[in-house]
């Protein structure tokens, strides 16, 4: 009874939730309103305290006698309430708090990004106690300006350093908050104090100036109105011979100073050029600062802010909470075998040890000197035969380690459950943009990888070996690791049964073409759309790339995230693409070149993009995986396969084919094989996981893919000039003059969505400026000059 007792006591303990301090809207609002209203009153008992504090003297403490009335405006609670902050408080300075409590009531009730709150605090408490130090300089009698606080602190300072001392040490606090808070600098002073002698020195200068213009103007008016008055015709005709005299001396002078103007004028404008775009910069640079700090960073994930992520309860643990039991039986009768084995050959063994891992057992031997490491790899199946065990491989030398390796089945291997690997620490703590948790190693670790520094994957295997199962674990430690708004996946299922799980979560993770029902896509030809759209969506990210100068997407949602790009411009936030494809053998079969080229361009060139690949095939055939798919995929997943042929396939190298299945497999990254048990997570539990998230807020729909026309899409609507878009000569003139036919162009030149773009690109291709559609490859254009589309149009203009 005791035990059930304690048994249920400890499930009681595990079911319990995390209680979530996060404040709702409403609570927000109250807590703010409150807040507000508290530091008014606060304000009004300071305000009135310095006028009634004498008065109200000796009501301090009696808050209990409702009798008595102070003469506060806030009666006995303000009068003890400013006797606390004021009085015994920090003096004057204690306005700054009832300041901070309204601004704190104001943030929380407009719900404001508290980071510039905690500053506002930070400085202004500092700013208190400054002021009431400063006022004890002057306060003998501890009065009200410092307080007792003040008055403490400044005689605690003099009688350690002295009154000079004291007075170096508060202007080197102040120094310390015009510098680091003002941001004042000698230079912003003294160039503030010129700028305001010369303000002044000027409006001097222009009065002065303006009455003696005027003064000279009026003499000048009266003496000529003198000599017209005295002879008219005599004064017109010396006019008008001064006036032509003037003109004849002033001439070449003004053709010299033309034939200046336009010899500089381009170097004029060269540097003008210069100096605005680094005015803009500066400008772009102090708006976004501004943005930040009012309010904070881009988060992508706001529209979701209230997400859970799955919770570990909904993982199995099927090693029932118990590690790796080691048999000391077994291994000493395996390592005798080992041992008698290679003795019988005449090799001498001058080490041995085990390292116990939950499906094979590493043994690792040291030969004794003068033998050849590859007698000892010969005796592969001799070592086998002695231990009646299959799925032995023997790795000779082990790299860095000086020892020869010899992986033995163990005879009562243990699952590797996915929860032991997604509760592990170097999981949870694992600092990656796509982080894979795949197994354990053989000694037993958790082996987590980074899919962006992959960047793509090709995983391989018989029917039957794990290789769905590898999968899933995949794309389980993404969804506990990854928000919605962070990741997105593009599943390809011919199998059509393998993937359909994960179409509860279509509004969370998955993207899709537009117009398509089904995120998840079984039809080879979607597939081959789905590669093309992915091809432009690659193509339009590059040219975010190129306008915002990053290098990587990584760098291009930092600077997102600090709000120093315009969304106005087109730019965004990109989450990553996980393109998985669960069995390529299928689609080579049926699409062949029409999948493999946009594949191929895809690991080429979509890793900077944050595009990564995982592709999945049971046939590792040569003509499956061909060699230009595997120059691009250098992470590769091997399970047990049938044959040394596929095992090089896929690995370049012998081993996958003397694993023991059921999840064993070896993984390299271009450069050493290692041995993993895949991480076990059963079809039950991918359907709770994605229940549980499919059950919370999502998107409104999936996120789309830019649209794809095929090359039966043609273009025999819209061929009639008056079915033209408004913006079709526009648009043509920005082709002209950029020499590429492409719909992302046009869409952020001129702020298009891509359905308008696309059709601007089938008017254009009727008009004969453009050439036909080539794939993912920008169209042709055929108007070398904006003079000859000018002339293109207007000769279909006079043919009208």
């Not at 709702?24 to 409150?34: D, V």
């Not at 009085?87 to 409590?101: E, K, Q, S």
């Not at 500053?119 to 306060?139: A, E, P």
């Not at 729909?701 to 043609?714: D, N, Q, R, T």
């Amino acid at each position: 009874m005791a035990k059930r007792k304690a048994s249920t006591s400890k499930k009681k303990k595990t079911s319990r939730k995390k209680v979530s301090l996060a404040l709702s809207k409403q609570q927000k609002i109250l807590l703010g309103s409150f807040l507000f209203f508290l530091g008014l009153a606060l304000i009004f008992s300071f305000v009135s305290y310095f006028f009634s504090w004498q008065a109200d003297q000796s009501m301090v403490g009696e808050l209990g006698e409702r009798e008595l009335q102070a003469e506060n405006w806030l009666n006995k609670f303000g009068n003890n309430v400013a006797h606390f902050f004021v009085y015994n408080g920090f003096g004057i300075g204690a306005f700054i708090i009832a300041f901070l409590v309204t601004l704190t009531g104001i943030y929380y009730f407009f719900d404001y990004a508290k980071k510039q709150l905690l500053r506002f605090w930070f400085w202004g408490l500092l700013v208190m106690v400054w002021l009431s130090v400063f006022f004890g300089f002057f306060d003998k009698t501890r009065n009200l300006f410092s307080g007792v606080m003040g008055y403490e602190i400044n005689d605690f300072l003099q009688d350690y350093l002295g009154l000079i001392g004291t007075i170096l040490i508060m202007a080197f606090l102040a120094i310390v908050y015009l510098v680091v808070r003002l941001k004042m600098t000698p230079e912003k002073v003294g160039d503030a104090l010129k700028r305001t002698k010369e303000d002044i020195a000027a409006d001097f200068v222009s009065e002065s100036d303006s009455e003696s213009e005027q003064v000279e103007q009026t003499d000048y008016e009266k003496t000529v109105i003198d000599e017209v008055v005295e002879s008219p015709e005599e004064s017109v005709v010396d006019l008008s011979s001064q006036l032509e005299e003037e003109e004849e001396v002033a001439e070449p002078f003004l053709k010299a100073n033309d034939s200046d103007d336009s010899a500089g004028k381009p170097e004029v404008e060269v540097a003008m050029e210069v100096a605005r775009a680094e005015e803009e910069e500066i400008l772009d640079e102090n708006l976004s600062k501004k943005l930040v700090e009012d309010f904070g960073e881009f988060d992508p994930t706001l529209e979701l802010s209230n997400y859970k992520f799955p919770t570990i309860e909904l993982l199995k643990d099927y090693t029932g909470g118990q590690g790796i039991t080691i048999n000391q039986e077994e291994l000493e009768e395996n390592k005798n075998r080992i041992v008698n084995t290679l003795s019988n050959y005449k090799i001498g063994i001058a080490n041995i040890k085990a390292t116990v891992g939950p499906t094979v057992t590493l043994y690792e031997i040291v030969p004794e000197a003068g033998i050849r490491i590859s007698k000892i790899k010969n005796l592969e199946d001799d070592i086998a035969l002695s231990l009646s065990a299959l799925g032995i491989r023997i790795i000779a030398p082990i790299p860095g380690r000086g020892t020869i390796g010899i992986e033995v089945p163990n005879k009562k291997p243990r699952i590797v459950s996915m929860r032991s690997v997604i509760a592990s620490p170097k999981f949870q703590n694992a600092e990656m943009e796509l982080p894979l948790s795949l197994g354990k190693t053989i000694s037993n670790e958790t082996f987590v990888v980074d899919l962006a520094k992959m960047p793509h994957l090709l995983m391989a295997g018989a029917t039957g070996q794990g290789k769905s199962v590898g999968l899933n674990a995949i794309l389980a430690s993404l969804l506990y690791k990854k928000h919605p708004a962070e990741v997105k996946f593009v599943l390809v299922d011919p199998k059509k049964v393998e993937l359909t799980l994960f179409n509860k979560i279509e509004r969370h993770y998955l993207a899709k073409l537009p117009d398509t029902e089904e995120a998840i896509i079984t039809d080879t030809n979607k597939v081959i759309n789905t590669l093309n759209s992915l091809c432009i969506e690659m193509d339009e990210r590059y040219d975010l790339l190129k306008d915002a100068m990053c290098r990587n997407i990584k760098e291009y949602n930092a600077k997102f995230k600090k709000r120093k790009l315009n969304p106005n411009d087109g730019h965004r936030y990109l989450p990553y693409i996980v393109l998985v494809i669960d069995e390529f053998a299928d689609l080579i079969m049926t699409a062949g070149k029409e999948v493999e080229t946009p594949i191929a361009r895809l690991a080429q060139l979509a890793r900077a993009i944050g595009i990564h690949l995982i592709i999945a095939t049971q046939r590792p055939s040569v003509n499956v995986i061909t060699g230009l798919i595997k120059a691009n995929f250098p992470a590769r997943i091997a399970f047990r396969v049938t044959s040394k042929i596929d095992s090089r396939t896929i690995l370049d190298s012998a081993g996958a084919d003397q694993l023991i299945g059921r999840g064993d497999m070896l993984y390299t990254q271009g450069n050493d094989l290692t041995r993993l048990q895949c991480a076990f997570v059963d079809t039950p539990e991918v359907a709770e996981i994605v229940d549980y998230i499919g059950s919370q807020k999502a998107y409104a729909s999936a996120h789309m893919l830019p649209e794809y026309v095929g090359e039966e899409g043609g273009t025999n609507l819209d061929i009639s000039v008056e079915e033209r878009d408004q913006l079709f000569r526009e648009a043509a003139e920005v082709l002209v003059i950029a020499q590429q036919g492409s719909a992302s162009l046009l869409q952020r030149k001129l702020k298009l969505g891509y359905n308008r773009a696309g059709r601007i690109i089938d008017q254009l291709e009727a008009a004969g400026v453009v050439g036909p559609f080539e794939g993912s490859k920008a169209r042709q254009v055929l108007v070398p000059s904006i003079d000859a589309l000018n002339q293109l149009l207007d000769n279909e203009s006079n043919d009208l």
